[in-house]
């Protein structure tokens, strides 16, 4: 399974770039302080930057009478996506560490989602009462329903404490905002869970607020890619649905 916390990935390059504003960074930096996987991360996206650079940085200027000419002045502002994946790669090809410790999205980050989660869950919580579109309270019934919106037959086995509430869809968080998603609906006690399917070639980054009080973790599965959006540090749903 790879699963991972996810909500990260968007701030690391901006916080690293000096983009954001002082809350913002007050705030991200307080999330490292408690996040050791987080720091690390930053610090690798550092390094690499820092080699990015040094790369870039034309020799000095020659000495007098040698020639004309001096160094090019070099502007520091965001590095080009690109490059960053250049230098990821090549810092796998030295070392195995540096792919460990950066995550996947480092390598193959999807495209963000057109919407955050916060936005998804606060409308299915407070506009829609969180009330399923659909109820599946059959094995039968849930496979038929995963078989024919997801392409893949899927049963519901939660974790004792787990209710599957039912299914709801929402635009914008995979693929593009115009395609659906699937969304599994979850509870355990009164902490209400969001799961976000679908195929996955339609892979998005579930963007998460700065600040957000939610999680968002991440499994690939069966061809499907997850996306759990929880209140909650860990995951409870990722594994409450498989394969018959």
């Not at 020639?67 to 090019?72: D, F, S, V, W």
């Not at 070392?95 to 869950?121: K, N």
């Not at 509870?187 to 009080?213: A, C, F, H, N, W």
Request: aromatic residues 6%; glycine residues 8%; neutral net charge.
């Amino acid at each position: 399974m790879n699963e991972r916390p996810h909500n990260e990935a968007n701030a690391v390059d901006l916080y690293v770039d000096g983009g954001m504003g002082p809350a913002e960074r007050a705030a991200f930096e307080r999330r490292m302080e408690a996040d050791g996987a987080l720091r690390a991360e930053v610090e690798l996206q550092r390094r690499i930057d820092a080699r990015v650079r040094a790369a870039m940085t034309p020799p000095a200027s020659p000495a007098p009478g040698a020639g004309a000419g001096g160094p090019i002045p070099i502007r520091r502002g965001r590095i080009p996506a690109w490059v960053r994946v250049a230098a990821v790669i090549a810092l796998a090809a030295v070392g195995a560490w540096a792919v460990a410790a950066r995550p996947w999205s480092a390598l193959m980050r999807p495209a963000p989602s057109a919407l955050t989660a916060d936005a998804v869950m606060k409308r299915m919580v407070e506009a829609e009462g969180f009330r399923p579109a659909w109820v599946c309270d059959t094995d039968e019934r849930f496979s038929a329903y995963t078989k024919e919106n997801l392409g893949v037959a899927l049963v519901g086995r939660p974790e004792p404490g787990v209710e599957l509430v039912g299914w709801s869809y929402a635009g914008g968080l995979l693929a593009d905002s115009e395609k659906n998603a699937q969304v599994l609906m979850v509870k355990r006690g009164e902490e209400k869970i969001l799961v976000v399917m679908g195929p996955r070639r339609d892979d998005r980054t579930v963007r998460l607020e700065v600040g957000s009080p939610l999680h968002v973790f991440r499994r690939e599965y069966a061809g499907l890619v997850m996306y759990e959006i929880t209140p909650l540090d860990h995951a409870v749903a990722l594994e409450s649905v498989r394969t018959q």
